[in-house]
Each structure stands twice: as C-alpha cells, then as structure tokens.
C-alpha cells in the first residue's frame, strides 16, 4: 500500500512539473505573441506616419514645379495673345505683311527655341519665323491642336509630337487671332524643340533625393513629356487597371501614394496639375531611400 501511495505522489509530483511547464510555455508565447504584434503595430503607425510626413513634403515641392511650368507655359501663351493682337490687322492685309508684323517682334524669339508661324483661318502656314525654317506654305491642318484652335477660338498646348518641320520632338502653343468683330482669322503658333535647351529642362535637370526624379506627363494620352530620366522621355504610361495610382493621378488626384513601378521597385509619388496645359508633374522616390 505504502509502494501505491508513493506512486500517486510521484505521478501527482510529475504532473505538477508538467502542469508547470505547460503555464511556463504558455505564458512565454503570449509574452511573444504580445511582443511580436506591438512591433507589427508599432511599425505599420511608424511607416504610415513617415509615408504620411514624406510625402507631404514630396507633394510640396512637386508643387512648386508644377506651378513654375504653369507659369512659364502661362508666359509664353500670353506673348503669343499680345502678338496675335497686334497683328491681327495684318492678317487682314495679306501674308507679307503679316511676315513683316512677325519680323519685329524679337522678344519672341527667346521664348520658342523651335520658331513661330502664323496660319490662316484654314491651318496653312502664311508666315514663319526664322525664315530659315521655310515653315510658309505648310498645311497643318490636319494637325488636332491647330483644329481646335481654329474651330473652338481657344488657346492650346498640343502633346509631344514629331515636328513637320524640324523632325524632331516639338510642343506646339497656340492661340487664335481675330479680327474686330470677334471672328476667327488665323492662329499663331509657337513651337518648342525639345531636342534643345528649352524651359522644361528644369524637370529634366532636376533629381528628387538621391535616386528619385521628375515627369511631366499628358494625362490625355498617358504620355511623358519629359523627365528627368531621359530614358522616359516620349514613354506610353502602363494602360488603364495596370497601376491604379496611375489611374487615380490621370483621373486629376492630386496627392501622394505608394506603388510599383514596371521594374518591380516600390515608390513614393506625388503628382501636382499644371491647369493650363491639362498636364500633371510627377515625382518619384523610391520607398527604400525614403
């Protein structure tokens, strides 16, 4: 009998030490459940507050490029209204005189490195500058810029596009010309090689953090302008549903996000509008550098 009880007690003493072990073990793993989901908690708040902070300040200074573009475009669509203005008598006149009024604006010149010319009503080409360039004569009609110029008495900021001329990249600005009684007459037409230093170099110039950068891009036709990689330069953006950020900046949002390039690299981006164009400026940074 004595031999049966000091078995139970040994039996109940092992169970104990099992029963023991058992809360030990328990115990731990809660303690490392509890730690493990603190440090998943507290690193999605520390990377949703540091996506938040850095991209507030990408979105700020994409800001200020848009607005510069904006400014530079509004720049040059206002010399092209002045001169349209004034020489709208001349269109009345004939060609040659529309091509002596074009020969003294000089302060033109600088501010379209790929010339100017103006059209008649019907998209030919009736004076040029330089001269060089023998743009007169040329029918551009067919071209959608000077279209909806001539029909909807707008001023327009045409897509990237291979120059009839110069065959080589160009953006094309435009604006009617009128005569008194309001009717359209012509267009002047102001054309940026993009192949020469032009005022959109400050994207291309530029690079956002060490390894981040620029793109100007035209929603319309999920194409890059320009970009600070050149590379990208005239590139057709992934289709709609590829990269829904994408989406979302063609759509007109204006803000910051998280997505993955067509290399497979995570980034930042922000994108601002550039309104008078229907453009937007983007910039990217990848997330590891960030």
């Known amino acids: 009998m004595f031999q049966r009880r000091g078995g139970f007690?040994?039996?109940?003493?092992?169970?104990?030490?099992?029963?023991?072990?058992?809360?030990?073990?328990?115990?731990?793993?809660?303690?490392?459940?509890?730690?493990?989901?603190?440090?998943?908690?507290?690193?999605?708040?520390?990377?949703?507050?540091?996506?938040?902070?850095?991209?507030?300040?990408?979105?700020?200074?994409v800001t200020l490029v848009a607005n510069g573009v904006n400014h530079d475009f509004q720049d040059r669509i206002s010399a092209l209204e002045e001169v349209g203005h004034q020489a709208s008598g001349a269109f009345l006149v004939g060609p040659a005189t529309v091509q002596a009024h074009l020969d003294r604006w000089k302060d033109i010149y600088s501010k379209f490195n790929g010339g100017t010319f103006a059209t008649d009503r019907y998209g030919v080409a009736i004076a040029s500058v330089p001269a060089s360039l023998a743009r007169t004569g040329v029918d551009y009609r067919d071209r959608e810029y000077l279209r909806t110029v001539l029909t909807e008495g707008r001023p327009v900021i045409s897509e990237p596009m291979i120059g009839r001329v110069l065959n080589v990249p160009v953006i094309m600005m435009a604006v009617p010309v009128r005569n008194d009684a309001n009717e359209i007459i012509g267009a002047l037409v102001g054309v940026i090689n993009m192949q020469e230093e032009n005022f959109l170099d400050q994207i291309a110039r530029n690079h956002y953090g060490k390894t981040g950068g620029f793109l100007l891009v035209v929603p319309k036709h999920r194409l890059v302008a320009t970009a600070t990689d050149k590379r990208r330069v005239l590139e057709t953006l992934p289709p709609p549903g590829k990269v829904k950020l994408i989406d979302r900046f063609i759509d007109g949002f204006e803000g910051f996000g998280v997505t993955v390039n067509h290399h497979g690299v995570e980034m930042l981006a922000s994108a601002k509008s550039v309104p008078i164009a229907g453009w937007y400026v983007a910039a990217l940074l990848p997330t590891k550098e960030a």
């Not at 040994?10 to 099992?18: D, K």
Request: positive net charge.
């Open 9 to 61: 007690q040994g039996v109940l003493a092992s169970s104990r030490r099992s029963l023991k072990t058992r809360i030990i073990v328990v115990t731990l793993a809660i303690i490392v459940a509890g730690i493990w989901s603190l440090t998943f908690y507290a690193s999605r708040n520390l990377r949703s507050d540091m996506t938040r902070l850095l991209g507030e300040q990408q979105f700020s200074t």
